[in-house]
């Protein structure tokens, strides 16, 4: 079974600063998923990866494979960017489901 | 617009009644899933479907069941057996095909047995 552990669990800094979660997993995955989750529960898709990097606006997701091992990068952070980041991997071929890590909560004081 | 539903957003139950969460989607797709998130955890696999009248446990199957009578719908129910039923329960869709599979996630239900 896949274990996949975040970090660091909580986070906050000042407006503007550039950010960076880390994911580690323990088994190799046919692909990684980083996820944004509100306060009120709701879950939205940010990247799915299985190899490189991925660019959004000012987000940044990497993933190196060998290491397993996945970063999250926010540049020029902004308060709306508040909220927990969950790294998730499908460890199997087939649509079985997620393997989670824990979350990182993030709070950006403006 | 597409998209997954779960009703109702909040529940609340006495101990000991079975009770049911609803997860309809409009997507198409043919894998369905269900969640349990407790605080300070991460999410964790219920059950799933891949086609419908077919499911499968998950890690945590003990005390919930499942039916996939229709490829849109995916109801969970949380049975007296659950020890701690008291969890935000989410639902997932992904299309099968294609390597990896991007999962679209409702909105949750919070079930609260009081």
């Known amino acids: 079974k896949n274990e996949v552990e975040q970090s660091p669990q909580n986070l906050t800094a000042q407006e503007g600063e550039f950010i960076t979660i880390n994911c580690s997993y323990s088994?190799?995955?046919?692909?990684l998923h980083w996820l944004q989750q509100h306060p009120g529960g709701g879950i939205v898709s940010l990247f799915m990866?299985?190899?490189g990097k991925k660019k959004h606006g000012r987000l940044i997701a990497t993933i190196n494979i060998q290491e397993k091992h996945s970063s999250l990068h926010i540049t020029a952070s902004h308060p709306r960017d508040s909220a927990v980041y969950i790294c998730a991997v499908n460890s199997g071929g087939g649509a079985d489901g997620l393997t989670f890590g824990k979350g990182t909560h993030l709070i950006i004081q403006p | 617009d597409g998209g997954i539903t779960q009703s109702p957003k909040y529940l609340f139950r006495k101990e000991g009644q079975n009770v049911t969460l609803s997860c309809e989607q409009n997507?198409?797709?043919?894998?369905m899933y269900w969640y349990r998130q407790d605080p300070g955890q991460g999410l964790r696999l219920i059950y799933y479907s891949q086609i419908v009248n077919d499911f499968q446990k998950g890690d945590i199957a003990e005390g919930y069941s499942v039916s996939r009578e229709k490829k849109e719908s995916f109801p969970l129910t949380v049975t007296s057996a659950q020890k701690n039923p008291t969890a935000f329960y989410l639902c997932a869709s992904s299309i099968i095909g294609g390597n990896p599979h991007e999962q679209f996630f409702g909105p949750g239900t919070r079930l609260t047995v009081l």
């Open positions: 997507l198409n797709h043919d894998a």
């Open positions: 088994v190799g995955i046919s692909a």
């Open positions: 990866l299985s190899s």
